[in-house]
């Protein structure tokens, strides 16, 4: 038998030099204690929009092309004061006045960047270093503006691999849409790009082609979820600014594709259906009767044919097209107002080709007049840009996500012999922020990535009532009163716990409500539109402008079942009382007095306790027996509760009756139904 070979305790090769070379390599940087600029080159569409302090220096030596080393010993140590009576991550009323004030003052300073000016002769390493010094420019003067004037901006787009694609979309387009929220236009809406689409020169962006040919289109997606009044609002506002804009609802119109779709396979089921049944009648038949049958009744199948088939009748068809390219919302007079219509599929095609510009003015790489007119389609992430492109082709052909940034390269994508769409990648532009709270309101931050949610959340309490909150939840939320604390008014943490406490979410350990999770899910259901809000125009008071979605919402939610306030049993002593109950035999509450303390006194001075007399306890809600004192030991029976003393037999009796009857087997307790927070959503 052949000896096994032992084990070779001084191993060679390939992998095992590869294995040595990065521990070789990571123990040399942790004994020199330096930073190094190398980058992964794997990440180079990837988009950023937050970055370290210590990523950012390491990213912008990077674009400056310079080489260094920096000590980590020299370590400096900041703390900043906050203030515990007004919420760190928001601003007071007179803050964001002031602050909104300094922002229009200074937005002429936000600028995207721009690509430099070239031509065809510079090569293509030039070019690349005069993009990176342009792009450098722009952090540089960006980060004046925090450093220096003490602006807070949203979390920009950093990487100039992303903006490359925004260069390369404006430049092969000759019409640019814009695709903002209609909930807040504004916000998404950035003005320097409508600017810098009429500085992009020729067909392709060469410098000395001739500016000003493309133009721009303001595109208010998801505008279903706007009543007409509130469209007719903003279409005044565009109007007085010059803005040439349109309404318009991807998902209304996808909705509409597939129930027609539906609508056409359903009849043509039916059809074969018929068919298949008359083949068989008709073989089940003799031959001369179904010769004559089939001369008899040949006409009528022509008929119930051309009837069946839908599509060669005109009325029908007619009919058909207008139930398809009817407005979605019912009762709403957008006849009156045509600015305000939310359009159809057909009516944006339409509108493309009406807004474009002369096709004449523009030369392809041959030298010959395009053919075809491009739509360059830009925006925030999670706008909505996929999906409108997926509406106007009626399929799907663009990847979907609710999470920001899905898209990361742009595509061109063939909508009819007239129009070509170009879809680029969503982009966090540069702007003006108040708090970064705002940014996880609109969808622009991803949910499920947020550490911080009392911000959010707060301004979701603020926009929402507390009336469409519960109804919206079937909760029963809980406030603060002046007595405990508080203004009456609802906090972050009261919907967030009734919310958590009503589904159940509770976090390990001791079992606390957890109010994380339960702030993703209401997040996501006021980025979703389930909480609606509307931003209105400037010099529009949000009140006013929200009052009939506000109306809808209660009436919609009217009824709905309310769901549990607490997960301890209802046979528990410890089971909350609640304090919103009230009888018309109630005495009324004093000035000032809160619920809560008038239910506590009316339940501690009630007159008709057993023990009203004396200083007693009551139990939780009259479900135990009230009581004046202790009984932990034998002697305490020898006085009765009203203080007589107890002798003989009372003595002995009191202490059969609070001992349950001298029996001394004990049984379990009784397992309870504990209560479910499903079904409520």
């Not at 990571?26 to 020199?32: C, D, G, H, L």
């Not at 309404?247 to 396979?265: D, G, P």
């Not at 002995?652 to 079904?679: F, Y």
């Amino acid at each position: 038998m052949k000896a096994q070979k032992s084990r070779n305790h001084n191993p060679s090769g390939l992998g095992r030099a590869i294995i040595n070379r990065r521990a070789r390599d990571a123990r040399q940087t942790q004994e020199s204690r330096m930073y190094t600029t190398d980058i992964d080159p794997s990440s180079r569409l990837q988009s950023v929009t937050q970055e370290r302090d210590l990523d950012e220096f390491l990213n912008t030596a990077q674009l400056a092309g310079t080489e260094f080393t920096a000590e980590r010993r020299n370590l400096k140590i900041i703390q900043a004061s906050t203030s515990t009576s007004q919420n760190p991550h928001l601003l007071s009323e007179q803050e964001e006045i002031s602050t909104l004030r300094k922002h229009s003052e200074h937005k002429q300073r936000l600028r995207v960047p721009r690509r430099p000016p070239w031509t065809k002769s510079i090569t293509q390493a030039q070019l690349e270093r005069q993009e990176k010094d342009a792009f450098l420019r722009w952090r540089r003067d960006l980060a004046e503006l925090q450093d220096r004037d003490k602006f807070l901006l949203t979390p920009f787009e950093r990487n100039l691999e992303v903006w490359r694609q925004l260069w390369r979309v404006i430049e092969r387009s000759h019409l640019i849409v814009q695709i903002v929220d209609a909930r807040n236009p504004l916000k998404f809406r950035c003005e320097d790009l409508e600017s810098y689409v009429q500085d992009v020169e020729g067909a392709e962006g060469e410098k000395g082609t001739g500016k000003g040919k493309r133009k721009n289109l303001l595109l208010l997606n998801k505008a279903d979820l706007l009543t007409s009044q509130q469209r007719r609002i903003w279409a005044d506002y565009f109007d007085s600014q010059g803005i040439h804009y349109a309404f318009y609802s991807a998902a209304n119109a996808t909705a509409k594709q597939e129930a027609l779709r539906e609508a056409l396979t359903t009849v043509e089921r039916s059809a074969a259906h018929d068919e298949a049944a008359e083949e068989n009648q008709r073989i089940a038949l003799p031959e001369e009767d179904e010769k004559a049958r089939t001369a008899d009744s040949t006409p009528e199948a022509d008929m119930s044919s051309t009837v069946s088939g839908g599509s060669d009748d005109p009325i029908q068809s007619e009919n058909e097209d207008k139930d398809v390219d009817s407005d979605s919302d019912v009762g709403d007079c957008d006849n009156e107002d045509p600015r305000a219509k939310v359009l159809s599929v057909v009516e944006l095609e339409d509108l493309f080709i009406a807004s474009a510009p002369d096709l004449s003015e523009f030369l392809d790489a041959s030298g010959k007049h395009p053919e075809k007119l491009i739509v360059g389609l830009v925006g925030y992430p999670n706008v909505g840009k996929s999906s409108t492109i997926n509406s106007l082709l009626g399929e799907k052909k663009v990847s979907v996500s609710s999470t920001p940034g899905k898209t990361k390269h742009f595509q061109t994508i063939n909508l009819s012999d007239k129009l070509i769409l170009c879809d680029c990648p969503g982009l966090v532009f540069p702007q003006f922020a108040t708090t970064k709270a705002d940014l996880v309101c609109d969808g622009v931050l991803p949910i499920d990535q947020l550490r911080e949610h009392t911000g959010p959340v707060s301004l979701v309490v603020r926009r929402i009532p507390k009336a469409v909150l519960e109804g919206t939840y079937g909760l029963n939320i809980r406030t603060s009163g002046l007595e405990e604390g508080g203004d009456g008014s609802i906090r972050a943490e009261d919907l967030l716990v009734a919310y958590a406490v009503a589904r159940g979410f509770a976090r390990s350990g001791q079992g606390n409500p957890d109010e994380a999770r339960a702030a993703r899910y209401i997040l996501k259901d006021y980025v979703n539109a389930k909480l609606l809000f509307c931003h209105p125009p400037p010099d529009c008071p949000a009140d006013v402008f929200n009052r009939e979605t506000r109306e809808l919402a209660l009436r919609r939610v009217a009824g709905k079942k309310r769901a549990p306030t607490t997960r301890v049993g209802k046979d528990a002593d410890t089971y909350p009382i609640d304090f919103t109950i009230s009888y018309p035999s109630d005495p009324p509450p004093l000035p000032g007095q809160s619920r809560k303390s008038h239910f506590l006194d009316k339940q501690f001075f009630d007159e008709t306790a057993s023990l009203a007399a004396r200083p007693f306890a009551k139990g939780a809600d009259g479900r135990t027996p009230s009581i004046s004192r202790s009984i932990l030991y034998p002697h305490h029976l020898s006085v009765a509760d009203d203080g007589t003393p107890l002798a003989g037999r009372d003595q002995i009796g009191a202490l059969m009756v609070n001992t349950g009857g001298g029996k001394k087997d004990h049984k379990k307790a009784k397992r309870t139904k504990q209560r479910s927070g499903k079904g409520y959503d």
